[in-house]
């Protein structure tokens, strides 16, 4: 195999074209914020709903939330964290609760 100093300007084109192309997609952590008005159990809920964590690790993150302010939820795509964002916020408004569901870039 040549080494990259070997390869013609067109193959090096090309290697950077299919290098570019297998980058991971950016991605985005998915939170929840605390208020003062949402029970504890309707977090649980969302997050085993809506995150399939178990109720043992939606209940450590609903803590979080509580404590902290906010809570991680779960990293992902854009597109599959804004789906998140709106099913939780669309769900919490359905329950008349004030959570609040958001995204982040992941640094």
């Not at 914020?33 to 450590?60: C, G, H, S």
């Not at 779960?74 to 995204?103: D, W």
Request: glycine letters at 4%; proline letters at 4%.
């Amino acid at each position: 195999m040549r080494g990259r100093k070997d390869l013609t300007v067109q193959e090096q084109e090309t290697v950077a074209e299919v290098e570019a192309e297998q980058k991971q997609p950016k991605q985005y952590r998915v939170v929840l914020l605390n208020d003062d008005y949402t029970p504890m159990d309707f977090v649980v809920e969302i997050l085993q709903r809506f995150f399939a964590k178990t109720r043992a690790d939606a209940t450590q993150i609903m803590v979080q939330v509580h404590m902290r302010g906010k809570g991680v939820c779960g990293v992902f795509t854009r597109e599959i964290a804004e789906m998140k964002v709106e099913q939780v916020n669309e769900y919490s408004r359905r329950y008349q609760h004030p959570l609040l569901c958001q995204m982040e870039p992941e640094l």
